[in-house]
T-cell receptor, first 118, second 114 residues
């Protein structure tokens, strides 16, 4: 079974600085998708970024980028120029690329609570 | 537009009440999901509907009853709940397929069972 591990329960960053959130996963599959979701105190889960395992290029979305190391099964999220609105719980998630049935499931890590200091 | 809406935002109910949560999406997605989330924990999958048919039930107690009347709507009927069922209930939807099967979440319903 696949597992996702986020080893940093809480992190803090100064406004305008850069922070990296860690995520590791375990799988025997060769094709899969990885996601970072953000859940602010307003509680809506928002997709931050997605990475396809077959792509070597790291995904980027504005100030958010990932460092995807497939061999190491590592998928970290870098937030550049941190803003107060980035304060949230961040969840790393895995989904199998095999289509259908139980493989629609997202497997979540335990989350990292990010605080942004003014 | 990646909007999933949920009503109500907050719900307080007694253990003998019957209530329903509603979820709606107009993105043409053919998969819809119910999750339960406790504070500072990741969401736990409850049910998945694919093409309006229940495809996954994660051994959820029968006091939770899902319903998918059409491809845009998903309901969760609640009856005889317990205080430990108090949580944030999240709905999500996705396109189905491989590259596009990303789940988009609604804002959730905060449920309190007295």
């Amino acid at each position: 079974a696949q597992t996702v591990t986020q080893s940093q329960p809480e992190m803090s960053v100064q406004e305008a600085e850069t922070v990296t959130l860690s995520c590791t996963y375990d799988t025997s599959e060769s094709d899969y998708y990885l996601f970072w979701y953000k859940q602010p105190p307003s509680r809506q889960m928002i997709l931050v970024i997605r990475q396809e395992a077959y792509k070597q290029q790291n995904a980027t979305e504005n100030r958010f980028s990932v460092n995807f190391q497939k061999a190491a099964k590592s998928f970290s999220l870098k937030i550049s120029d941190s803003q107060l609105g980035d304060a949230a719980m961040y969840f790393c998630a895995y989904r199998s690329a095999i289509y259908g049935g139980a493989t629609n499931k997202l497997i979540f890590g335990t989350g990292t609570l990010l605080a942004v200091q003014p | 537009d990646t909007e999933v809406t949920q009503t109500p935002k907050h719900l307080v109910m007694g253990m003998t009440n019957k209530k329903s949560l509603k979820c709606e999406q107009h993105m043409g997605h053919r998969a819809m999901y119910w999750y339960k989330q406790k504070a500072k924990k990741p969401p736990e999958l409850m049910f998945v509907y694919s093409y309006e048919k229940l495809s996954i039930n994660e051994s959820v107690p029968s006091r939770f009853s899902p319903e998918c009347p059409n491809s845009s709507l998903l309901n969760l009927h609640l009856h005889a709940l317990q205080p430990e069922d108090s949580a944030l209930y999240l709905c999500a939807s996705s396109q189905l397929g491989l590259a596009t099967d990303t789940q988009y979440f609604g804002p959730g319903t905060r449920l309190t069972v007295l």
